[in-house]
């Protein structure tokens, strides 16, 4: 195995995002850009064509954030928590990969307090 860059398609510099993998794609979502600016912008990298794109999300979008946590289950990502910069997170949103959709969780039960990595 060897490294190599990548050129095709384009991203925007960021981090404190989050990265996941689900059928041969990598989806990144959210981070610090530009300036300390936080995103909620949503990138897919298809590891077979080597080709970055962004994904015209719909539903309810989360807010810029980074430093949030995020994992696959079943055909959905999950996100949780984070931070803007005033104030931190305790929202659960869904992205559905089927039809790019994003969903805010409504939670019951004891709340997990707010928090960021």
């Known amino acids: 195995m060897e490294w190599f860059f990548v050129e095709q398609g384009y991203t925007p510099p960021r981090h404190g995002h989050s990265a996941v993998d689900y059928k041969d794609c990598i989806y990144v979502f959210g981070g ?13 990298f298809d590891v077979n ?5 962004k994904i ?8 810029p954030r980074c430093g949030h946590s995020a ?7 999950i996100i949780f928590g984070g931070r803007d910069g005033r104030s931190h ?10 039809d790019s959709s994003w969903q805010k969780i ?8 707010r928090r960021y990595r």
């Open 106 to 113: 409504e939670t019951t039960g004891t709340l997990v307090k």
């Open 56 to 63: 015209n999300a719909s539903g309810t979008l989360p807010e």
């Open 32 to 44: 610090d850009g530009k300036d300390n600016r936080r995103l909620n912008a949503i990138y897919k």
């Open 71 to 77: 994992c696959v289950w079943r055909d959905s990502m």
């Open 49 to 53: 064509t080597l080709l970055w794109s």
């Open 89 to 98: 997170f305790g929202t659960l949103y869904f992205f559905h990969f089927w």
